[in-house]
T-cell receptor, first 111, second 112 residues
Framework: QQPVQSPQAVILREGEDAVINCSSSKALYSVHWYRQKHGEAPVFLMILLKGGEQKGHEKISASFNEKKQQSSLYLTASQLSYSGTYFCGTEDPYNTDKLIFGTGTRLQVFP | EPEVTQTPSHQVTQMGQEVILRCVPISNHLYFYWYRQILGQKVEFLVSFYNNEISEKSEIFDDQFSVERPDGSNFTLKIRSTKLEDSAMYFC??????????FGSGTRLTVV
């Protein structure tokens, strides 16, 4: 079952913040976040393994609520380079070698 | 920085022909994967490979598909008899352990 992301698309001006949500119908072992620019491969941003864990990567951070089977990606003070499609990926406890990508969120940052 | 290398970058083939997509994962990585993406849409899992055998596969990965690690460095995906709907970008990925995946730049497969 593919994780559902919201919103489907976000348009920002440089310096604005955004939150992207990822929701699964299955119990989760881990949540990954990737960014894909047009015509390129997905690039790994971060992985979250424990419930309630929050991680940061420069101005990009994420949280993982294991009980709610949800994760959120927080982009603060967005830069032009943040533009792209963001995918969450989830592994469940019984298939930890099968990363299922979410529906994707297209983010565009304008000057 | 180490990278995953895929060849060719673009392959055009006739329907019914066999194709082999090649990947060289990062050398100390142990887990290998194939994904595909149709027209920039969702990224679909095909297969995972560990310790010289398939560990997981999706419903897409039917008898027309196979994977091999023939020589300890290359990792290949074979499609025996291509269909029009196999046209997609195919990504290889690898990882060392329970960490993020490193993806190759992909092979664009066009079936005509």
């Amino acid at each position: 079952q593919q994780p559902v992301q919201s919103p489907q698309a976000v348009i920002l001006r440089e310096g604005e913040d955004a939150v992207i949500n990822c929701s699964s119908s299955k119990a989760l072992y881990s949540v990954h976040w990737y960014r894909q620019k047009h015509g390129e491969a997905p690039v790994f941003l971060m992985i979250l393994l424990k419930g309630g864990e929050q991680k940061g990567h420069e101005k990009i951070s994420a949280s993982f609520n294991e009980k709610k089977q949800q994760s959120s990606l927080y982009l603060t003070a967005s830069q032009l380079s943040y533009s792209g499609t963001y995918f969450c990926g989830t592994e469940d406890p019984y298939n930890t070698d099968k990363l299922i990508f979410g529906t994707g969120t297209r983010l565009q940052v304008f000057p | 920085e180490p990278e995953v290398t895929q060849t060719p970058s673009h392959q055009v083939t006739q329907m019914g022909q066999e194709v082999i997509l090649r990947c060289v994962p990062i050398s100390n990585h142990l887990y290998f994967y194939w994904y595909r993406q149709i027209l920039g849409q969702k990224v679909e899992f095909l297969v995972s490979f560990y310790n010289n055998e398939i560990s997981e596969k999706s419903e897409i990965f039917d008898d027309q598909f196979s994977v091999e690690r023939p020589d300890g460095s290359n990792f290949t995906l074979k499609i025996r008899s291509t269909k029009l709907e196999d046209s997609a970008m195919y990504f290889c990925a690898s990882r060392r352990d329970r960490e993020g995946y490193t993806f190759g730049s992909g092979t664009r497969l066009t079936v005509v």
